[in-house]
């Protein structure tokens, strides 16, 4: 039986204990779910406009996801119900053992280069506009509220410039998108040129902003005949 609107939870389980942290977000358009990781937990919502979807389309395209990640990370994981994971995680029970950013086994870098990998080869059919959009937000996020802050405008200039190609050029972006994406390119561009007028806004703020844009885009995709 099909569900309406339903979103679907799971716990990813290492089974050589470690911890890890993986966030990512991005929307699988052929088959109408968005997926969402944060920490070690994965949602599946539907996207579909008539809120119909299946769970066992969910529990598929959740093992697929799962299992590609494990292969870039290079290390086993399980999908489990978050029941069955609280079973395994409340004492007494073997405890995980928490590993250092800084571990060259588990480091930030090797997972956000897995995340990356793992949703390229998801989308390997996908949009391409919307695969680049996917990878530049994410150099945004990696940039933001570092010493390289000034990346994260680059990264979202980009993004930008990237569906401003895809429509033809700005105004028709702007038609389909809204003003929110001529807002994200102009906020970028203008720190990307260190223009004096003006307070630049927070990369925090843009990279919302560019967020937001690539939000419209995907429904533009999945509403597109």
């Given at each position: 039986?099909p569900?309406?609107g339903?979103t ?7 089974h050589?204990?470690?911890?890890f ?6 929307v ?10 944060t920490s070690n937990m994965?949602q599946l ?6 809120g119909m979807?299946?769970?066992d389309s ?5 093992e697929k ?12 994981l399980?999908l489990?119900e ?6 395994r ?7 995980m ?16 280069s897995?995340?990356r990998?793992?949703r390229?080869e998801?989308?390997a059919s996908a949009?391409e506009?919307l695969?680049r959009?996917y990878?530049l ?9 570092t010493?390289?802050?000034?990346g994260?405008y680059?990264?979202?200039y980009?993004?930008?410039e990237v569906?401003?190609e ?9 038609a389909?998108?809204?003003n929110i994406?001529k807002k994200?390119?102009?906020?970028a561009?203008?720190k990307r040129h260190h223009?004096?007028k ?5 990369s925090?703020?843009?990279?919302e902003m560019a967020?937001?844009?690539i939000?419209?885009?995907e429904r ?5 005949p």
């Amino acid at each position: 039986m099909p569900s309406t609107g339903e979103t679907f939870k799971w716990m990813l389980w290492s089974h050589d204990g470690h911890h890890f942290s993986v966030s990512d977000e991005f929307v699988v358009v052929a088959e109408e779910f968005r997926v969402s990781m944060t920490s070690n937990m994965l949602q599946l919502s539907s996207e579909a406009a008539s809120g119909m979807c299946s769970p066992d389309s969910a529990k598929a395209l959740a093992e697929k996801y799962v299992e590609t990640l494990a292969k870039h990370l290079v290390m086993p994981l399980t999908l489990m119900e978050e029941s069955e994971w609280m079973l395994r995680t409340t004492p007494p029970c073997r405890p995980m053992r928490a590993i250092s950013a800084n571990r060259e086994d588990l480091s930030r870098v090797r997972v956000s280069s897995a995340v990356r990998e793992a949703r390229t080869e998801l989308l390997a059919s996908a949009d391409e506009a919307l695969r680049r959009c996917y990878d530049l937000i994410q150099n945004a996020h990696e940039c933001m509220n570092t010493p390289n802050d000034q990346g994260a405008y680059f990264a979202v200039y980009e993004a930008m410039e990237v569906l401003g190609e895809y429509f033809g050029n700005e105004e028709k972006a702007k038609a389909v998108l809204g003003n929110i994406f001529k807002k994200a390119k102009t906020a970028a561009n203008a720190k990307r040129h260190h223009r004096k007028k003006g307070q630049p806004q927070p990369s925090a703020v843009v990279v919302e902003m560019a967020t937001a844009v690539i939000r419209k885009y995907e429904r533009y995709l999945l509403d597109r005949p």
